[in-house]
């Protein structure tokens, strides 16, 4: 299915889009990214509410308790932040996927849902096939939840992005696959970062794989088609 496909946004739907990149140029620069542990796997669950993505734009210097008391909130968050304030409230985020964008100052911070931690069981099944049909070794893919990526190249360079799953060969330091889940974040927002992921690692990423989860809507099916 192509990553360009219509989305119909009039019933809960998952749109499952895989980019593949064009072939790895042979002079790569080695910009490692930074990447966190793996977490224990979530298994799937049905959700019947909905949060609106909530945009804040603030004139003064936003402190760590105030991005706390955000992050409260469990909505998708589209953040006003200057690179200089970015390292301290970094520390606050805590597991939970992210984009910062330093050059136009702008962090977007995904709920904290049962439903973002389920994407995890999908890859493990995944590996778990392909290792009892001998396509690779035992223990030769990691998968990581909420990898710190970072080293990205041209337009997309300084940009700090956590996907929501990667999968990393053993002795690779940058993943090959990535996973981005949507559930109240626009879908265009996950096309942006299918292209950064795919263009800004200059092909080490190869294959980004989105899935687009619409929101229930009051009065509407309590139980996503194709999800549960």
């Given amino acids: 299915m192509s990553a360009d496909k219509s989305f ?6 998952i749109a ?30 049905c959700f019947s509410f909905y949060h609106h993505a909530l945009a804040h734009n603030f004139e003064s210097q936003m402190t760590p308790d105030e991005l706390s008391e955000l992050l409260l909130l469990d909505e998708y968050l589209v953040l006003d932040i ?4 970015f390292p301290e409230l970094e520390q606050v985020i805590g597991r939970r996927a992210y984009t910062y964008r330093p050059t136009v100052g702008q962090l ?54 956590v996907p929501d799953v990667t999968m990393v060969p053993t002795h690779r330091l940058w993943p090959t696959v990535a996973y981005e889940f949507g559930y109240a974040e626009p879908y265009h927002h996950l096309k942006n970062d299918m292209k950064l992921l795919l263009e800004g690692s200059e092909g080490k990423i190869s294959n980004v794989i989105i899935i687009k989860l619409e929101p229930l809507k009051e009065g509407g099916n309590t139980n996503p088609e194709g999800f549960c």
Wanted: glycine share 6%; charged share 15%.
């Fill in 16 to 45: 499952d889009c895989v980019a593949i990149a064009p072939p790895p140029p042979s002079s790569w620069k080695q910009n490692w990214p930074l990447c966190s542990q793996l977490l224990p796997p979530v298994r799937p669950t």
């Fill in 82 to 85: 200057p690179p200089a304030e």
């Fill in 8 to 13: 119909d946004q009039t019933q809960s739907t």
């Fill in 108 to 161: 977007t911070i995904k709920m904290a849902t049962e439903m973002n931690g389920t994407v995890l069981n999908w890859p493990m099944d995944l590996i778990m096939a392909g290792t009892e049909a001998g396509a690779f070794g035992k223990h030769k893919l990691q998968l990581l939840s909420k990898a710190r990526l970072s080293g990205f190249t041209g337009e997309f360079a300084d940009i700090i992005k």
